[in-house]
Every structure is written in structure tokens, then in C-alpha cells.
């Protein structure tokens, strides 16, 4: 496997799944395990709307527990992670943003940003010369806590955000929009994505939930899925599944597991980056032949991996793919 083509599944891994991070601490120079970064136990509560638009400076706190100050409305925008440059660009602000991943697919005017993350790792003097204003990060070491206390250090002011659950995607959104001056946007975003969230939840009220197993990668034999806890586990039981979840920290699923699991429902993720992935080569892989899903056919390949695994504006997109996927007949094909 190229470099090249293994950088959307690591991504993947990286910013979508799970409650901690994947990736080794000692893999990368700027990743300190010893400072490992704690979710925050609530997301902001999302804000009503107001008579007068709020002014600066502000005072915020974040999905790590942070309260973070932001002395006047933003200009210069860098963001750490996809799902974060999809919320400022719905709110009206992509023009703000100046540095960005090489990740970041959406919208498209993001695709001649300049690349501050590369390969996982943050450039630091990278995002230092794009003079940002506000830095957007990724909670719980997906950006690593000793890059964001070395951009602190920097005088740099760091907002992190690391939703793990739809509401939570609502809360960040409108953080978001309180931090950039875009309060009112946000407001209108997420009443949108509330309604059709609502209308997915009244979609599937009352059906099956069959046992539903989604495979983000089989990587040098190592199994990964829905980490036990994690956003993309809560996105699967709104879609009316009963997910099948791996390791909270690693996402990882040991085979004799899975089959003691014995999902009803087999939903191919990484069939959006590999079409090699198919239901007859899952079920030619030794013991897969003995769980109920493989047996009955009940295996879906997946092209929507990236907005279902994104926590950013799309991801009711992503949601109602994943009720086509687990109930065909609950939705019309356009969602």
C-alpha cells in the first residue's frame, strides 16, 4: 500500500472514531503521552439566540475543559482537522480561513489553503506564518496536547472542539459561531440539522435494530470499528442499528469477537477508498463465513464514509446514508 493511499483510511481513524486516539505516542515528536488531553464531560450547551449579536472580547469554553478568550472577531482562521473547516466555511467564513490539512476535500475553495497539517503531523511554523487569530484544533490528542500548549505558548489562541455525539456536533457548531462572530448562522444551521434529525428518528421509531457491524479498516490484520462510546457508535443507533463496537482507545475488534458479536448487518466504510472491498471478498476472509450477516447476504458496501464519519455539517448527510444502508425502505433514496 502507497503512502498515498493510506493516508485517507489513517485520517479516517485519526479524526473520526475513536474516544481516544489511535495513534502510538511515541510515533511522532510533537505527541506527549504524559499530557494526554481529557474530553470534556458536557459540550457547550447550544446557545439561544439573542436580541443583540454578542461582542468581543469572549470568554469560551471548549470541548477539553478550556476556557479560552477571544479578544475580537477573527479574520485569519487555521484549522486541524476537516470537520472543523466544514463548520467555518457553513458559517459563511471560508474566506477567513488560511491554513488547513491535507485532508480537507470540502468545500472545494479549501483545496488551494495553505496545508499546516501534513500526514497527521502539525507543521507548527507552518501555522505560526498563516498569523492566524484563532486556531481551530481536534480534541483528545487527535491534535496533540503539546501542539496545542506549544501554539498557546506562541500567544496563539486555540479553540478545540471534540464532539462525540450528535448534540454535541450541534453544541460545536454553535461554539463555533460564537467564536467567529457567526452566532446567527449557527443558530439557523442547526435548527435545519435538528429537523431532519428528528425526521430520521421518527423514520426509524418502532423497527428492527439489527446488530450492525461498520468497518472503518482491516489494516495488517487488525480489525477497526466504531470504538465502544464513540460518535460514530451513537450515529448508528439514531440510524436504528444496535452497533457492534471495538476498543474505546484503539477501535480495534479481535475477530473471535466479532463473530461472537455475530452482526446481523455488515456496512463496508472503507469500501470508499478501496472498491477491492466487496461482500465476496469479505466473505472469503477466513471465519467471516460463520456470522449471520455473511451468511444472509447482509453485507453493504458503503460510499459515504466520509460524511458519515466527519463530525462537521454534513453529518446528517451521513446519517440518513446510514438509515438507507441499515433500512432500506425507511427513507426515500434521496434522503
Given at each position: 500500500m502507497t503512502p498515498r493511499r493510506f493516508t485517507p483510511l489513517l485520517?479516517?481513524?485519526?479524526?473520526?472514531?475513536?474516544?481516544?486516539?489511535?495513534?502510538?505516542?511515541?510515533?511522532?515528536?510533537?505527541?506527549?503521552?504524559?499530557?494526554?488531553?481529557?474530553?470534556?464531560?458536557?459540550?457547550?450547551?447550544?446557545?439561544?439566540?439573542?436580541?443583540?449579536?454578542?461582542?468581543?472580547?469572549?470568554?469560551?469554553?471548549?470541548?477539553?475543559?478550556?476556557?479560552?478568550?477571544?479578544?475580537?472577531e477573527p479574520e485569519r482562521i487555521v484549522s486541524l482537522a476537516p470537520s472543523n473547516t466544514?463548520?467555518?466555511?457553513?458559517?459563511?467564513?471560508?474566506?477567513?480561513?488560511?491554513?488547513?490539512?491535507?485532508f480537507d476535500d470540502y468545500p472545494p475553495e479549501v483545496a488551494d489553503v495553505d496545508?499546516?497539517?501534513?500526514?497527521?503531523?502539525?507543521?507548527v511554523e507552518a501555522?505560526?506564518?498563516?498569523?492566524?487569530?484563532?486556531?481551530?484544533?481536534?480534541?483528545?490528542?487527535?491534535?496533540p496536547t503539546s501542539v496545542i500548549d506549544q501554539l498557546g505558548d506562541l500567544g496563539l489562541t486555540v479553540l478545540v472542539l471534540y464532539p462525540e455525539s450528535l448534540d454535541e456536533v450541534a453544541a460545536d457548531i454553535e461554539l463555533v459561531g460564537r467564536a467567529i462572530g457567526r452566532a446567527d448562522e449557527a443558530t439557523a444551521l442547526v435548527a435545519d440539522m435538528e429537523e431532519r434529525v428528528a425526521a430520521v428518528e421518527a423514520a426509524v421509531e418502532g423497527l428492527d435494530r439489527p446488530r450492525t457491524f461498520y468497518e472503518v479498516?482491516?489494516?495488517?490484520?487488525?480489525i477497526y470499528t466504531a470504538g465502544e462510546g464513540s460518535f460514530l457508535a451513537s450515529l448508528i443507533e439514531t440510524a436504528g442499528g444496535d452497533p457492534i463496537t471495538g476498543d474505546a482507545l484503539s477501535t480495534s475488534i479481535a475477530i473471535e469477537d466479532l463473530v461472537a458479536a455475530d452482526?446481523?448487518?455488515?456496512?463496508?466504510?472503507?469500501a470508499t477508498y478501496d472498491p477491492s472491498i466487496t461482500p465476496?471478498?469479505?466473505?472469503?476472509?477466513?471465519?467471516?463465513?460463520?456470522?449471520?450477516?455473511?451468511?444472509?447476504?447482509d453485507v453493504v458496501v458503503v460510499t459515504d464514509d466520509?460524511?458519515?464519519?466527519?463530525?462537521?455539517?454534513?453529518?446528517?448527510?451521513?446519517?440518513?446514508?446510514?438509515?438507507?444502508?441499515?433500512?432500506?425502505?425507511?427513507?426515500?433514496?434521496?434522503?
Open positions: 485520517l479516517v481513524l485519526l479524526f473520526a472514531l475513536s474516544a481516544c486516539a489511535l495513534a502510538d505516542p511515541d510515533a511522532s515528536p510533537t505527541t506527549s503521552s504524559s499530557a494526554a488531553q481529557e474530553p470534556a464531560s458536557d459540550a457547550p450547551a447550544p446557545v439561544a439566540p439573542s436580541e443583540a449579536p454578542e461582542s468581543f472580547p469572549l470568554e469560551l469554553t471548549d470541548d477539553a475543559g478550556r476556557t479560552v478568550t477571544i479578544e475580537s466544514e463548520i467555518v466555511c457553513a458559517l459563511d467564513a471560508c474566506d477567513r480561513v488560511v491554513g488547513v490539512t491535507d496545508k499546516v497539517v501534513t500526514f497527521a503531523q502539525v507543521d501555522v505560526v506564518a498563516a498569523e492566524p487569530d484563532l486556531v481551530i484544533a481536534a480534541g483528545n490528542e487527535l491534535t479498516s482491516v489494516f495488517e490484520g487488525t452482526p446481523e448487518l455488515i456496512l463496508l466504510g472503507d465476496e471478498s469479505v466473505a472469503a476472509r477466513p471465519g467471516w463465513d460463520a456470522m449471520t450477516a455473511v451468511a444472509s447476504g466520509l460524511v458519515i464519519t466527519r463530525p462537521g455539517p454534513r453529518i446528517v448527510d451521513g446519517l440518513e446514508a446510514l438509515v438507507r444502508a441499515i433500512h432500506p425502505d425507511a427513507m426515500p433514496a434521496d434522503g
